[in-house]
Structures are given as structure tokens and as C-alpha cells.
């Protein structure tokens, strides 16, 4: 807008040159009024353009201040959008942690089931074997008349009754424990019997343990006939 002023002014200063021009020839009066209303125009579009110029400034003022608040709303926005991908990736940290957790669980869960089934079905070979130990131990029992018991030092003792016909109920016994090798080890043998090393030998090499405790028995009967 600025410069259609100053192409009107200079139009309006070239009119008056040719104006000028045309009334030299003109008496002094007429050059006079010419040179009157040349100034007032001079004066008027002088003020038009001071107008013009203050607008303009007050215009690119409110333009700077646009641009301003504009950079200021898009920092904020920039400064949101941060804060959201920030969030975005912890919601995702938060999920990743949550697949961990859960493929955890769930491998412990898994591992727990194993553990259970394997739990069970140990405890269910450990009921079968006691109940035969049971079935063995009623056997020696009623058979034998043998009762087994543990006594102090991690020892067995070994009972036997039905020796003595003529005293049923008198016991003779053993005691029987694992050495440091893991080997049988017979003791507190009552009544002694001498034959007891060889068979305590025999049992460590051929592992035959009802062999064993039949050979102790028959010992022992022996000592009563003897």
C-alpha cells in the first residue's frame, strides 16, 4: 500500500510540472495559486502517508506478535508431543514388562505342574513301595517272627521271636547299620553268634539281604539246640 502512495505522489508531482509548464506563460497570480495548492497536496499526502506508515508499522508489530505467540503455541505443542511419545514409550516398557511377567508366570506355572506331577507320582511309587515293605515287614512278622526297629545312631534292630519253642516270646536281635563305605555293618548281636563276620562278608558281596536275615535265624535256632 505504501508504494501505490508514493506512485500516486509521484503522478501527482509529474500533473503539477506539466501544469507548471503550460502556466508559465500566465501572470504571477495564477503561478502563485498553483504553488499554493502544489503544498497543500504536498501536506495532505504527506499526512496520508504518515497515516499509511503508522498503520504499516502497527501492522507488522501485530504480525511480529502473531509470529511470536505462534512459535510459543508451537513449542507448547512440540513440548505435548514429547510428553506424549515419553508416555507412549513407558506405556510400551510397561507392556513389554508385562509380557515378561506374564510369560514368567506362566513358565512357573508350567514348571509348578511339572514339579506337582512329578511330587505325585513319587509319592505314589513311595506308597506302593511302603506298602510293600508293609506286606514284607507282616511277613517277617507272622513268619519269621522278626520286628524291625530304629534305634538310636541310625541303626536298625532286628527282633526275632518264635526261636525258643519253649519260650516263644524270648527275643534274639541285631543291630545293623552303613558304614562310612556304605557297607552293612552288624552289631549288638544278642545272643553273640560267631558266625555273624561271615555273614555280614556275604550280604556286602552278594547284596542278598532275606538270605542274610534267614541265615542270622537259623543261627540263632541253632544256638538254642546247641
Known amino acids: 500500500m505504501v508504494e501505490d502512495e508514493l506512485a500516486l505522489f509521484d503522478k501527482s508531482i509529474n500533473e503539477f510540472a506539466e501544469k507548471f509548464r503550460n502556466s508559465l506563460s500566465d501572470n504571477p497570480s495564477q503561478v502563485l495559486g498553483l504553488r499554493d495548492a502544489f503544498r497543500d497536496s504536498i501536506r495532505e499526502l504527506s499526512e496520508k502517508l504518515s497515516l499509511k506508515l ?23 505443542i512440540q513440548e505435548k508431543k514429547d510428553n506424549l ?15 515378561v511377567l506374564t510369560a514368567n508366570i506362566r513358565d512357573l506355572k508350567e514348571e509348578y505342574s511339572r514339579k506337582k506331577e512329578t ?14 515293605l508293609q506286606k514284607s515287614a507282616d511277613m517277617y512278622r507272622d513268619c519269621l517272627g522278626l ?16 526261636i525258643d519253642p519253649k519260650n516263644p516270646e524270648s527275643p534274639y536281635m541285631f543291630s545293623l547299620s552303613l ?7 552288624v552289631s549288638d548281636c544278642s545272643p553273640h553268634l560267631e558266625c555273624l563276620a561271615e555273614f555280614q562278608e556275604k550280604v556286602r558281596k ?21
Open 206 to 226: 552278594t547284596n542278598n539281604f532275606s538270605a542274610f536275615l534267614a541265615n542270622v535265624r537259623k543261627a540263632f535256632i541253632a544256638t538254642v539246640y546247641n
Open 85 to 99: 511419545l515419553k508416555m507412549v514409550d513407558a506405556v510400551k516398557g510397561k507392556k513389554q514388562e508385562l509380557e
Open 119 to 132: 511330587i505325585s507320582t513319587a509319592n505314589k511309587a513311595n506308597e506302593e513301595k511302603l506298602k510293600r
Open 147 to 162: 520286628e524291625i526297629r530304629k534305634v538310636h545312631g541310625d541303626k536298625l534292630q532286628f527282633i526275632f521271636t518264635s
Open 179 to 185: 558304614n562310612e563305605a556304605r557297607d552293612y555293618e
Open 54 to 76: 503508522k498503520e504499516e508499522e502497527r501492522m507488522v508489530e501485530m504480525f511480529l506478535e502473531y509470529q511470536n505467540q505462534l512459535c510459543k503455541q508451537n513449542k507448547l
